[in-house]
């Protein structure tokens, strides 16, 4: 599955410098200019990290983090800033940040930063079950059970079913379901999506309690909440 990373860079240069640095690592990226839009990606979408600038226009990046935070989002945030004063860093983490890069930064040690933000929140995140009503995801053994019935899912059905259990009651675009099972970009030719939601809606079978896999007419699926 393919990562996404959510950059906030109002820096025209270096933002189009680190979207392309992320596309050829292999994410998916998303990238925004202001505060505004940035806290507008980052509450509609759903990020596996988030670049974050400190200065930007409109809202600026503490601004966006605090709010980011006060919302419940645990989205691993790493701040850029060109402020290297170790007074700002702690305000920062205080604020929420989960590290933090002064400018100007080695490319190197920001991917790799990112990578390690991943990975730490991808193990946590593992190690817990999914519970959506009658519906449990088990990451780590890749085991379904609905009401207490196992149900037997292909890795790529799996996958579908985890990515949407972690993201229930958001609705997910079929390109943005495409990007992150299948990794490659949405072809609006294809059903392939619409395909495999079907053959998961089918082996889970009715859920007595009202979680089921809603189609959202004319954007994609979401995995609604009792």
């Not at 759903?46 to 670049?51: F, H, K, P, Y």
């Not at 979680?211 to 995995?223: A, D, P, Q």
Request: charged share 30%.
């Amino acid at each position: 599955m393919a990562y996404r990373v959510l950059i906030v860079e109002d820096d025209q240069n270096l933002r189009t410098f680190l979207h392309k640095a992320f596309r050829e690592e292999g994410y998916l990226v998303d990238a925004v200019a202001s505060g505004d839009d940035g806290l507008a990606a980052a509450v509609a979408g759903v990020q596996d990290c988030i670049v974050l600038d400190r200065s930007l226009p409109g809202q600026d990046g503490m601004t966006v983090l605090r709010e980011l935070r006060s919302r419940g989002r645990r989205t691993p945030v790493l701040m850029l800033t060109a402020r290297g004063e170790m007074a700002e860093r702690v305000r920062g983490l205080e604020a929420g940040a989960d590290d933090y890069l002064p400018k100007p930064f080695d490319l190197p040690e920001l991917l790799a930063r990112v990578q390690a933000l991943i990975r730490r929140a991808t193990l946590a995140a593992d190690a817990l079950i999914i519970r959506v009503g009658q519906l449990t995801v088990d990451p780590s053994s890749r085991r379904v059970t609905v009401a207490g019935r196992v149900v037997d899912l292909t890795p790529r059905e799996f996958s579908l079913l985890e990515y949407m259990a972690r993201n229930r009651g958001r609705t997910l675009s079929r390109a943005r379901i495409a990007e992150a099972v299948w990794n490659y970009q949405f072809d609006p030719e294809t059903n392939v999506v619409d395909v495999y939601v079907n053959y998961v809606r089918r082996k889970l079978g009715e859920m007595t309690d009202g979680t089921e896999i809603v189609t959202v007419r004319g954007v994609g699926y979401r995995l609604e909440e009792p």
